[in-house]
């Protein structure tokens, strides 16, 4: 099973900052398998990037992913403040089928 | 735009099946798409149980398999799950989703389902 590691645990910045949030795989990922979710408190996560960088629908263009193999990206570039909430990587692995999800990342007003 | 709705009991008994529905509007579950059961509790996080499609294969996480099984109800255009011998650790809020390309572009607002007796 692969393992996805978030850092940090939390993360403290201002509106207007950037943010960058990491998720490290114990093994390879294939990029078409990775994908970002935000949640916020007492709501479902929401998908913000899949296939590592693809931003999905209504996701505004401050979000983007990056990254490849073991090491992936998801970076605010201005922080509004509706994107302070929990942000989860996850992961596919096709042998067998398995869905992996990190431990999340909680972005906070400073 | 796939909107999805859990339902079921929120108070299952320790040792018993706990069952929960996933009513899907704005789309059928007969034409495409996997149809999936995902959990998550402060401990564990978010905890992918399995999925299912019209054409047939269902896939579970492998720590439930002995325990888990999700079946498709194409005419009624809904999903279900069904969790056996539950324990205090089965105790989350369950969120039926849709997969689509590897990642969940859709979920249902969630459940909490407490095993106590």
């Known amino acids: 099973e692969i393992v996805l590691t978030q850092s940090p645990g939390t993360l403290s910045l201002s509106p207007g900052e950037r943010a960058t949030l990491s998720c490290r795989a114990s093994q390879n990922v294939d990029f078409n398998y990775f994908a970002w979710y935000q949640q916020k408190p007492g709501q479902a996560p929401r998908l913000l990037i899949y296939?590592?960088?693809r931003r999905a629908t209504g996701i505004p263009d401050r979000f983007s992913g990056s990254g490849s193999g073991t090491d992936f990206t998801l970076t605010i570039s201005r922080l509004e403040p509706e994107d302070f909430a929990v942000y989860y990587c996850?992961?596919?692995?096709?042998?067998?089928?398995?869905?992996?999800f990190g431990q999340g990342t909680k972005l906070e007003i400073k | 735009q796939v909107q999805l709705q859990e339902s079921g009991p929120g108070l299952v008994n320790p040792s018993e099946t706990l069952s929960l529905t996933c009513a899907v509007s704005?789309?059928?579950?007969?034409?495409?798409?996997?149809w999936s059961w995902v959990r998550q509790t402060p401990g564990k996080g978010l905890e992918w149980i399995g999925e299912s499609h019209n054409s047939g294969p269902t896939f579970y996480n492998p720590s439930l398999k002995s325990r888990v099984s999700i079946s498709l109800d194409i005419p009624r255009n809904q999903f279900s799950l069904k969790l056996t011998s539950v324990t205090a650790a089965d105790t989350a809020v369950y969120y039926c989703?849709?997969?689509?390309?590897?990642?969940?572009?859709?979920w249902g607002q969630g459940m909490l389902v407490s095993v106590s007796s």
């Open positions: 704005g789309g059928s579950i007969g034409i495409s798409h996997w």
């Open positions: 296939d590592t960088s």
């Open positions: 989703a849709r997969q689509a390309s590897y990642n969940i572009d859709s």
């Open positions: 996850q992961q596919y692995d096709s042998s067998p089928p398995l869905y992996t």
